[in-house]
């Protein structure tokens, strides 16, 4: 099968067939309705992925509809055992889409408290699917705190006429965009008409309601260190653990 990505000769096979495997599944998106970008976090896209990391996720989507996009995320991709589960243990999360961040486009800033890890992961970001636009206005909503700019056009260089990358997330996949094809968009689009009206605000309050409640009793039982959860209607963010985190900063300042 000839993969997604154009990867530089000298790239690990390893990381190749993890990054195809990952745009394999990821090509369901289009499937999904509400949502208008993703993009690959964590061990994937900083470049220290191994044989047991999982796909983290950040997911954009429409205003109005996060739970019902999370919802739909969560069913499709558990459907094909896709989605890491909470119980997982270091094992069983490989390979596994960790859906532990959803927001709109008023909350595409990343919210304090940020540190070091996080404006290396922001920077490192990989766009896989999602219209340019929008991958570009979340781009625009981190720059002031990241300290940099980055620019859509930027991130597939043309590997075949030569250009040397730049970074990981230069070097990596053309967008799933160019995968999701007319039928998909099509049943997509459907799937949206029929849910952008009163029955879609009935649904997405219902599945907010199950969600809080699930959300809150979790946070009862779970052992947490230091956690960043967020859960309202413009954002949900799930990292009940930031000890690895706190880590990484303290060998970042030598400490």
């Not at 009935?202 to 959860?229: A, D, F, G, N």
Request: glycine share 6%; charged share 30%.
């Amino acid at each position: 099968m000839k993969d997604f990505i154009d990867f530089p000769p000298k790239a690990d096979p390893f990381i190749a067939e993890k990054w195809n495997r990952l745009l394999r599944q990821a090509k369901f998106f289009a499937f999904i309705p509400f949502i208008e970008i993703v993009f690959v976090a964590g061990s994937m896209a900083m470049g220290s992925a191994d044989e047991n990391s999982d796909f983290d996720l950040i997911v954009g989507v429409k205003s109005g509809r996060i739970f019902t996009a999370r919802f739909f995320c969560w069913f499709i991709f558990g459907i094909f055992g896709w989605r890491r589960t909470a119980s997982a243990e270091a094992l069983a999360k490989a390979d596994k889409f960790c859906f532990s961040h959803f927001v709109t486009p008023g909350s595409y800033c990343l919210a304090e408290p940020r540190n070091e890890y996080w404006k290396k992961l922001y920077a490192s970001l990989v766009p896989i699917y999602g219209d340019k636009d929008m991958i570009q206005k979340f781009y625009d909503a981190n720059a002031d705190w990241i300290g940099s700019a980055r620019h859509r056009e930027d991130e597939i260089p043309s590997l075949r006429s030569g250009q040397a990358p730049q970074s990981l997330s230069q070097r990596l996949p053309r967008s799933v965009q160019s995968l999701a094809m007319t039928e998909r968009r099509q049943v997509k689009s459907v799937v949206e008409k029929m849910l952008s009206g009163k029955l879609g605000v009935v649904l997405e309050k219902y599945l907010k309601k199950i969600q809080i409640k699930k959300i809150e009793k979790s946070l009862k039982t779970v052992k947490q260190y230091k956690p960043r959860i967020i859960f309202n209607d413009s954002e949900l963010e799930f990292h009940p653990d930031t000890k690895r985190i706190e880590e990484y900063c303290s060998q970042k300042n030598g400490f």
